[in-house]
C-alpha cells in the first residue's frame, strides 16, 4: 500500500516543491518506488522533473489515474503531471469532505502499487490544499530557516488537526523539513534549535542545506540527486530519504 504524504505550507519559497522532487528521488534511488502528485496550478513540480503539464489536471479528468502517471528519466520516480485547470475554482465544486474521501479512494485504489506518493500542494489553505490533506497518511511541512520561520507555522498545523477531527482520522505531522540551512548564519543555527526546541522528534534530523545545484536542477528537469550527485544537497536529500526509510 502507498504511503500518501503531503507536502504542504502556505508560504511560498519555503522547499516544498524541491523537498516533494528530491525526496521522491532519493526514495527512488533506495529501491521505492515514488509518485510525486503536482497540485499546485503552477505546475513547478511537473517541470521540474522534465515533464509537460496537462491541459487537464489527471484528478479532473474522470478517468484511471494510472493513465495519466507518467515516468521520469530516472527509474522508480513518476508523476502525475499538475495543470493550470486546477486554478479554476469552478473545477472543484464538489464539498471538501467529499471531494477529500474522493480523492482519497482514487488515491488508495488506484496508485496503491507505489511505495509513496507526495502531493506537493501550493501555497495556500485553499481547497486544494485541504483536499491534499484529507486524503494523505502524513504532512511534512517543509520550513526555511530563515526570520519568521515558525510564523504562520500554527495555521498549517491547525488545519492538519481541523482534519484529521473531521475528514480523515488517520492524518498525522510526519515530519518538519528544514531547508535552506546555511550553517555559516548564526540566524540558521538559532531557527534550527528553536524549531528543534518546540517540535522536538517530529522534526528531521537531516538539515537541507542552501545549496545551488539543488535550484539549478529543475531547469534540467532532474533531481538535483541526478543533475549533481555529488552536491551537498544530493546527499542531503538521500539521507532525508534514510530517514523517511527509518521511520516507516
Ligand atoms: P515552494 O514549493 O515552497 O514554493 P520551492 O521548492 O519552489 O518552494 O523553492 C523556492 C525556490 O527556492 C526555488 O527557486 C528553489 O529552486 C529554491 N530552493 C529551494 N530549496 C533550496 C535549497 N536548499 N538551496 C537553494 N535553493 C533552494
Ligand atoms: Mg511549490
Not at 502531493?119 to 504532512?139: F, H, I, K, Y
Request: with cysteine; aromatic share 6%; charged share 20%.
Amino acid at each position: 500500500m502507498a504511503k500518501i504524504i503531503s507536502v504542504a505550507n502556505q508560504k511560498g519559497g519555503v522547499g516544498k516543491t524541491t523537498t516533494a522532487i528530491n525526496l521522491a528521488a532519493g526514495l527512488a534511488k533506495a529501491g521505492r518506488s515514488a509518485l510525486v502528485i503536482d497540485v499546485d496550478p503552477q505546475c513547478n513540480a511537473t517541470s521540474g522533473l522534465g515533464v509537460e503539464p496537462a491541459q487537464r489536471h489527471p484528478l479532473l479528468a474522470g478517468r484511471p489515474l494510472a493513465e495519466s502517471v507518467v515516468e521520469t528519466s530516472q527509474p522508480k520516480l513518476f508523476v502525475l503531471p499538475g495543470s493550470q485547470s486546477l486554478a479554476d475554482a469552478d473545477a472543484l465544486s464538489a464539498s471538501n469532505r467529499q471531494r477529500a474521501s474522493t480523492l482519497r479512494q482514487q488515491l488508495n485504489g488506484e496508485l496503491s502499487g507505489y511505495d509513496f506518493v507526495f502531493l506537493d500542494c501550493p501555497p495556500s489553505l485553499g481547497q486544494l490544499t485541504r483536499a491534499a490533506l484529507g486524503a494523505s497518511a502524513e504532512v511534512y511541512i517543509p520550513i526555511q530557516c530563515e526570520y519568521f520561520a515558525m510564523e504562520g507555522l500554527s495555521q498549517i498545523i491547525d488545519l492538519a488537526r481541523q482534519t484529521k477531527a473531521k475528514d480523515n482520522h488517520r492524518l498525522e505531522i510526519g515530519g518538519i523539513v528544514l531547508t535552506m540551512y546555511d550553517p555559516a548564519l548564526d540566524l540558521a543555527n538559532e531557527v534550527a534549535e528553536e524549531v528543534r526546541g518546540y517540535f522536538e522528534e517530529t522534526v528531521f534530523d537531516t538539515l537541507i542545506p542552501r545549496d545551488v545545484h539543488i535550484s539549478e536542477a529543475p531547469s534540467h528537469g532532474v533531481s538535483v540527486l541526478d543533475y549533481s550527485p555529488r552536491a551537498r544537497g544530493a546527499w542531503a536529500y538521500a539521507e532525508l530519504a534514510m530517514e523517511v526509510i527509518d521511520r516507516e
